[in-house]
DNA sequence: TATCACTTCGGACAAATGTCCTTTTTTGGT
DNA sequence: ACCAAAAAAGGACATTTGTCCGAAGTGATA
């Protein structure tokens, strides 16, 4: 659901930060701003603050499937920096976001000459493998009800944080649907 | 669909081998066999050297779903060699299978002493990342109808290389509703 | 050839989900 | 406090997908 990496941000802070005080810089975003955009060049590798955002794909089809909520120590560009590829999804504030923004270039050289950074973003990467990997498999083995049931138990205040169209977006449904379910269990 | 990676195996059959010829062994396995079982220990780290496998997921219901099929250079074990936890997945044999085997710890040696052996890695696993995301959120925002027009496209042999059955794991549905769609559009 | 195990194929119905709406509620700005 | 715009809610119906079968094809083996 909302993903996170407490590692990863404790080294960016405790470590690299000290040493790369001009080449690692803080940004905000205010809720709404796209960070990243699809289909675009990416130049930087950002690491999540504070905050909420939502990583999504809009399909030819006008669709929108949100692959997941990043929070704290949350990173992304980091795929596009090591491909060299255009991004694949866009990055959007949910709420106010603070991020360590680092170059692409950099974030390249720091991975060839820091093994500890090299293998938190090893880490890094496997354990957002691992993640989409599962919760799609749960997601499509199993119905509505239960993938509801599931979120809402690792994520309680859900509704509370998220629209019902991130949520839907987020599920592959529509708002309709995750209408009729949440009726039939709440009460 | 089958996945391959051929800078990687290129990588290990021109460099590595010779270099590590007693650590990266060749290995067979024949039609069917597990080669890796979900939440088991792995020790090594294997890529393909010919052959197809599925990777999939049993769920509690006892619903397998296919994360993917995995053909020539394409790498596993490795996520479970670089965060240290059981297998999430199985992996498993469609026909005659021949692999190269890598020792897990003498993977992490390599991950620290071998630069492009290093950018290898990062790059599979971030291309791993990219292509479960966009078949994700493609699969969940299309219809059955586009998904199987999609995956036929990309691959014309499929329904005689792979079981209905596989087919219908991978997309996350039922032999009926695929053979259902599939007499809509070939006729 | 007979038989068993396995896969494939579809019919008939049930259940889940989407589509298209209109109405209600909430939110944000002045 | 008021209004416009956005978000949420849910009715009615159409479509898609699943469930539960039994029938038919296939391959191995005695």
Redesign the interface.
Known sequence: MIRKNADLLQYITEKLLKESEDTIIAQSFSSGKKIVDQKKRVFSVYIIKSGITKCY?T?D?G???I?EFFGEGEIFG??EA??G?VS??CIEAINAVEVYKIEASYFNQL??KD?TF?KH???A??????Y???R???N???TLEDNLLRLIHQFPTLIDEISKQDIANYL?ITPRSLNRVLSTIKP
Do not use: P, R, W
């Open positions: 794909l399909e089809n669709v929108d499937f692959q980091e795929l090591i491909n590829e694949f999804c991975l060839e093994i090299n973003i090893l880490k990467l496997s354990k957002k493998l691992t989409t990997a599962v799609h498999a749960y499509q083995s199993h592959g």
